[in-house]
């Protein structure tokens, strides 16, 4: 595979076939159009207009706007519609976290198409000829993507958690990475996609980092989400990248972004424009 079918992968959906979710004068996400006519059944919550769903939200405050919406998550959990919530909450947003209007559980936010956040770690260690990456294998009983490869470090960001906080508590959870270590990662940026999913459409942030490891430190994991890691030189991730989809999706758009800011793909590769515009399309 090319490193741009990857990117072309992530970023697969049909818009035409959504309805936009407008509250006041936001717009919050996309409904599949039969899920939209579904959803109109709750009519203290969402109402049919041309072109749109409006959603319907009475109170001042975050928690008291977002109760009906959330008991009506449970009920579509009772009709099978939903199959599970994970009980995590995730801010709804028109744009930043800081704007945050609501709060739906993590499992329905591509049902919504809600704009959702997360945080991948690149960790890697210097080594004489060249960097090398660590990579995990997800667990086999995973819910999502089982047995695929994954980074050192990858969470969603949920509601009312900082970055530095949930990154911390995810390098401990899913590498037994100490505080202070952890806090050592390095922000390079933001990786964006829009995916169509079995379940809706999932427009994505992924806030990216570095962290430089000591050539003695070996990941564990804490919560059962990986059952191994390896370490591997750069030129085999990327051999593994151009061999096939063997990376969890959107890992490969983070490590894509890696290999260009470390000159591993440079200018003079083929598709390195296409590569580096199409890490940050614009959400809807």
């Not at 207009?49 to 928690?63: C, Q, S, T």
């Not at 599970?84 to 919504?112: C, M, S």
């Not at 999502?144 to 050192?152: A, I, M, Q, S, W």
């Not at 390079?188 to 942030?205: F, H, I, M, N, Q």
Request: aromatic content about 10%; charged content about 25%; hydrophobic content about 40%.
């Amino acid at each position: 595979m090319k490193y741009r079918d990857y990117i072309e992968q992530c970023n697969r959906h049909r818009l035409e076939e959504f309805t936009p979710l407008i509250y006041g004068r936001h717009r919050l996400g996309y409904l599949r159009k039969p899920f939209a006519r579904m959803v109109t059944a709750w009519g203290e919550l969402f109402r049919a207009a041309p072109g749109k769903v409006e959603l319907i939200a009475r109170g001042d405050g975050i928690d008291e706007r977002s109760g009906p919406w959330n008991q009506m998550l449970r009920e579509l959990v009772e009709q099978g519609v939903l199959e599970y919530l994970t009980g995590e909450p995730y801010p709804v947003t028109p744009a930043g976290r800081d704007q945050t209007l609501f709060v739906i559980d993590r499992a329905a936010a591509p049902l919504f198409g809600i704009r959702a956040f997360g945080q991948h770690i690149n960790g890697y260690v210097r080594a004489a000829d060249g960097l090398q990456l660590w990579v995990g294998k997800r667990s086999a009983d995973r819910r999502n993507f089982p047995g695929k490869l994954d980074h050192l470090v990858a969470g969603g960001l949920p509601y009312a958690v900082s970055l530095e906080a949930n990154l911390v508590k995810e390098c401990w959870e899913e590498a037994g990475i100490p505080a202070a270590l952890a806090r050592r990662a390095v922000p390079t940026g933001v990786v964006t996609y829009v995916a169509e999913s079995s379940r809706g459409l999932k427009p994505d942030t992924l806030y990216c980092y570095d962290l430089e490891l000591p050539k003695d430190f070996r990941p564990r994991c804490t919560d059962g989400e990986v059952e191994s890691f390896e370490l591997w030189p750069v030129e085999q991730v990327m051999e593994v990248l151009q061999a096939g989809p063997s990376f969890k999706l959107n890992c490969n758009l983070v490590i894509i972004d890696f290999l260009i800011r470390h000159g591993y793909i440079d200018p003079e590769h083929e598709d390195y424009l296409q590569l580096v515009s199409g890490l940050h399309p614009a959400l809807p």
